[in-house]
């Protein structure tokens, strides 16, 4: 069998494939797609459109096998086992707490048993920590308080209303209503991190480069954003460059923890701040 092609990212996240143009051209498509299928909401109601996006994603991961990109298939066996885990979560009417931990455990345990082959080598060299960088600091309290002051600002002028976790939320005593938000705020940046600035950042920077895996990957997280808080256009920009500001986080630090902890920060911050002003 032809050895998978692959670039080396044991360093950085920087370098495009050397593959021939036309198979990184695909490549790259096959991420974004995959991408794309990953943030697509799963709903119970609609058993049909949960069926056809599992088979369009069982598409694109067989044309990721016969492109034989080290990097689409180490995306596919990700993002495959991810689809999996929130199928079984939607359409099973698993609790969410219950679905957010499968989704955190199971797609990166596949990713890493099955990228033991040398041919898949490297397959999650960002899950390193990573170095702390001179502007980390900085960068990362600005991301925070940024985010809490537009939330802040946009949930006084539209005043939606809250999501029934939301409602949960408001009827408890303050102290436990924020020890909710933290628990939450700490499990669910996990899989995202490790989506977002972990599987498609670095597959998309090593057949296009760092600077399209940056942009593509928060262009996703806007998207996958739409209906979350804030919601609509704005809580989509918002969201976008978010995930911009922690892909760069991502790459100057070469690991996924400092987007992580920034992430945890300031979902603490939106969700603190969504229970006070939304009273």
Not at 132 to 145: H, I, K, M, N, S
Not at 209 to 238: D, E, K, N, Y
Not at 257 to 279: E, F, K, S
Request: net charge positive.
């Amino acid at each position: 069998m032809p050895e998978l092609e692959h670039s080396s990212l044991a360093t950085a996240s920087d370098r495009p494939s050397m593959a021939r143009p036309r198979r990184a051209v695909g490549a790259g498509l096959c991420i974004l797609a995959l991408g794309a299928c990953a943030i697509v909401p799963l709903r119970p109601e609609d058993p049909t459109r949960s069926g056809v996006l599992v088979a369009a994603a069982a598409v694109v991961i067989g044309a990721a096998v016969l492109l034989r990109s080290a990097e689409a298939i180490r995306t596919s066996l990700f993002i495959g086992p991810l689809l999996g885990c929130f199928a079984i979560g939607a359409l099973g009417d698993l609790p969410p707490a219950v679905t957010t931990v499968l989704v955190s455990v199971l797609p990166l345990t596949c990713l890493l048993l099955v990228g033991r082959s040398a041919a898949l080598h490297p397959a999650a060299h960002w899950l390193r920590p990573g170095v702390v960088t001179r502007e980390a600091p900085w960068l990362g309290l600005a991301t925070v308080l940024l985010s809490g002051a537009a939330l802040t600002v946009w949930a006084l002028v539209v005043r939606p209303e809250p999501a029934e976790y939301l409602r949960e939320l408001q009827r408890l005593p303050l102290w436990l209503a924020i020890l909710g938000i933290a628990g939450f705020a700490v499990v669910n940046p996990v899989w995202e991190e490790l989506l977002f600035r972990g599987v498609l950042l670095s597959e998309l920077a090593a057949v296009w480069g760092a600077r399209a895996g940056v942009v593509l990957q928060a262009a996703l997280f806007g998207v996958a954003h739409f209906a979350g808080f804030p919601s609509g256009v704005v809580g989509m920009i918002m969201a976008g460059s978010w995930g911009f500001a922690l892909g760069v986080m991502r790459l100057r630090s070469g690991g996924v923890l400092i987007p992580y902890l920034v992430h945890v920060a300031a979902n603490l911050v939106i969700g603190t701040v969504a229970v006070l002003v939304l009273r």
